[in-house]
């Protein structure tokens, strides 16, 4: 069992940068992903990164402008939002995964936090 809670979401020009938080609670050897829905769109996979860290996958629209981390030490996953722009507003949810690889599909995920809003301006 694991709990997550993000944090770190805001308002933003576009152009700006964001850092959201991602905390683990209890068993922490899972795999970390970062999704984003607007409204009226479907969950979509932004980014994921293994539990050692070393392995980190991210989407096409978002790929040079966001940063995936993790700090097992802290039991914090961190997404670095750089160049932000308008189409990234949406609210992001981190979840959780047992998988030992690499997974951008939501459905595998077990776990997730309650999301953090994230509103880009233009």
């Known amino acids: 069992q694991v709990q997550l809670v993000e944090s770190g979401g805001g308002l933003v020009q576009a152009g700006g940068s964001l850092r959201l938080s991602c905390a683990a609670s209890?068993?922490?050897?899972?795999?970390i992903g970062w999704f984003r829905q607007a409204p009226g769109k479907e969950r979509e996979f932004v980014a994921t990164?293994?539990?050692?860290?070393?392995?980190?996958v991210y989407a096409d629209s978002v790929k040079g402008r966001f940063t995936i981390s993790r700090d097992n030490a802290k039991n914090t996953v961190y997404l670095q939002m750089n160049d932000l722009k308008p189409e990234d507003t949406a609210v992001y949810y981190c979840?959780?995964?047992?998988?030992?690889?690499?997974?951008?599909?939501?459905?595998?995920?077990?776990?997730w936090g309650q999301g953090t809003q994230v509103t880009v301006s233009s």
């Open positions: 979840a959780a995964t047992e998988a030992s690889t690499i997974v951008v599909v939501a459905r595998v995920y077990d776990y």
């Open positions: 209890g068993r922490t050897l899972y795999a």
């Open positions: 990164i293994t539990w050692s860290g070393g392995s980190t």
